[in-house]
Structures are given as structure tokens and as C-alpha cells.
């Protein structure tokens, strides 16, 4: 270093660049001696006669370099910020030919401008342009590892969404500039699944479509939606297929397991001090590894209320802070909670003009069971009905056919008359349980005795 300041003190107007500045903060100093690499540099700073640039991250800034009062008043501080999209559009544009000739290939103006714009939207974890970057790069580089007879010449924006995709890890079909085709059939795809819940399903189709529009608020989830309504009636099962059908992954946490005070801290991690402070949190790091997901907290009800705390900030700012003072993206995260909070007593019989109070008894029962500001926050509380004799053939229909799915591994095939459909029907039905004592039904009568 000695020698480097000597030569620059002897070259006019030289700028000396260091990458990583704190890491002359201890360097070369022996143990227990002061003399390192920053302080060999204060003299020259301080006589004005070198002329010294550095970067670093803030996090390192505050850790080691901050700390030498004496080096850092000698620096002015400038924050360098993330560039807008624009912006990184056209650092690309220029950047684009110094790729094109690494790897032997054409950019198309599309590409460029799908790399960025699909990164900043997919990519929470990282930067730009530094993550555009790489998404460029990285798809000129996919080209060498095809056969010689199937690469591409020009890269185009098809390319571009694939990289996107694994770097994010989410299906192809999800990062797409142009996802309408998609989206325009999610409401009938869900109710060829899920039966006799249509008010539901278009409620919750709307609101999706609503949110991928751009029309919903940048900080906050996709959606924050309550499910309503008795046992049974496919709550779990409309947020398993949506999972299913968007091509996402679908995290479950079944409330029962964090009644307790003590237990809704291993959704988050530990606090500092406490057993299990370094292995971080089951919400956290899921959502962290999974950033485009479902997220089903399931009979939310039985959940202890500091969680509604917790998921206040979720539904209202898009982040989680778990205990290691990391900020996890949920921006792109579908939240659904289900409950059967006021369902018992909407489903008892009433008498007389009782019958129209069903709905304010169940709405009742969710205001005393949540706060007003966790309400608010939600996007919508979707009830889910009863399910009808007549919707029942078609569960059946459903079961049938996912039995047949799971012997057709075995070379076992089956068929089931009409008459023998209908009796698995009656003998199913339950207004108050749902489609469970169906699914009981065809265990008991059809699988046993094959």
C-alpha cells in the first residue's frame, strides 16, 4: 500500500478506487499492534494530497467502517440508490453489446426490456440493474450448454421469462408479460373443481385479477382473504387448487399447533437470548424460499391472538421482520385464512323470524372473535355455504374419479353404476359435516371391500 501511494502522489490528477473499503479496516495489523491499512492512508487524506474513492454496502458501513471516527470524517458518504426501471433500461441497452459479444449472440430490444422489468417484479432479493444483469447474462449463457443444432442466434423475450422463472423458482407460465389468457380463466378452472361455492370463487377471482392488473397498492400482498363458513364445505380445498392452478407453492400452517404464546414465536424465530434464536422462523424462511405462494393458515380461530398481531403488518405493509433483523418479501404471497367461527350456530335450525339472523349471529361471532383494525385490513371475508344434495352427485363424481386415478397406478379399474352413485350420495350427505362423511362413505363401501 506504501508503494501504491508513493506512485499516485508522483502521477497528476490520479484517483485511487479502493472496491470494499472496510476491508482496509484491520488489514495487515498485527496482533495487538494499531498500525493497519486505513491508518497508513489517513496522512495522505489528511494533507490533501491523494485523491481516494471506496465503496461499500450500508450494513458494512455501519459495522466496521463507521466506527473509525477517524477514517470516516475524512470520507463524505454518498448513498448511491437503486436505479428506477427506465434507468436500468438503459444501462442494458448499453451494456448489451459487450454481451452480445462474449457470447456470440443477439439481444432483441423486447428482451432487454423483459429482463428488466420481469426481474425488478420476480426477483425481491436482489437490486437492479445488478439482478437484470444477470438475467441477461445468464440467458446468453443457457444458449452454450444446448447442442450445437438447437442454439439460438438471438435471444427473445420467451428466453428471458425462463431464466426469470428458475431464478425465482416458479413456473414458466407465471413469469409472462402477458398473463390475461391465464387469468381470464381462473373462476371457471376453480368451479370445475370446487362445487356449489360460486359466490365465493367469483369474489375470489376478482380480487386476483384486481391485484395483477396493477390496480391494488405495490406494499401490500396479493390478496388477504377470510374464509367463512361451515366444515367440510372446500375452504382448504378452493386455496389448494388455486395453488394448483396458478402453478405456485402452497404453504399450509394448521393453527392448532400455535395456541399457545410460546409457539407463534417459532413462525418468526426465537428472540435473541432465547433457545433457537440462529434457526430462524417457519413463516419466515418459507415465504423466503417461496416468495410467489399461497400462504393457508388454517382455523385461524384456534391460533393465540398475538399471531393477529403479527399478520397486521403482513396485510397492511407487504413485510415480515423475523428475529435475525431480516425483512421477508410478502408482496407476492396470496394470504387465505379459513374459520368456522359462528358456523355452528348460523347451522342450527331456528324458529319463526329467527331464520334471518343467521348471517348477523355469524357476523357477530367474527367481530368478537377478531379486532376491527384486523378486519380492515382485510381484502375480503369470503362465506362459504352449505353444501346441497345436489351438489353432493357431484363431489361424488369427483371422489370417483380421483379413486380411479389411484388404481389405474395398480392396473385395478373400476366402475360404479348410476344407482350405486346415487345411494353413495344419500348415504354421504350431511348438512352440518360437508363432503367428509362422503369421503368416509366411499372408504367404508367401496375401497374396503376391494
Known sequence: LKSVMKELEQQEKAILFIDEIHTIIGAGATSGGAMDASNLLKPALQSGGLRCMGSTTFKEYK?????????????RKIDVVEPTVPDTIKILTGLKSRFEDFHGLRYTNDAIKSAVELADRYITDRKLPDKAIDVIDEAGAAQWLLPTSKRKKTVGQKDIEAVVAKIARIPPKQVSTDDAAALKSLETDLQRVVFGQNDAITALSAAIKLARAGLREPNKPIGSYLFTGPTGVGKTEVAKQLASIMGVEMLRFDMSEYMERHTVSRLIGAPPGYVGYDEGGLLTDGVDQHPH??????????????????????????????????????RNVILIMTTNAGASDASKNSIGFGRGKKDDEQEEALKRLFTPEFRNRLDATITFGGLTPEIIDRVVEKFILQLEVQLEDRNVSIEITKPA????????????????????TIQEHVKKPM
Open 63 to 75: 459495522q466496521h467502517f463507521e466506527k473509525d471516527r477517524a477514517l470516516s470524517r475524512r470520507f
Open 293 to 330: 405462494c399461497v400462504l393457508l393458515l388454517d382455523e385461524i380461530e384456534k391460533a393465540h391472538p398475538d399471531l393477529f398481531n403479527i399478520l397486521l403488518q403482513v396485510m397492511d405493509n407487504g413485510t415480515l421482520t423475523d428475529a435475525n433483523g431480516r425483512k421477508v418479501d410478502f
Open 421 to 440: 352413485r346415487d345411494w353413495l350420495a344419500k348415504r354421504g350427505f350431511d348438512a352440518d359435516m360437508g363432503a367428509r362423511p362422503l369421503a368416509r
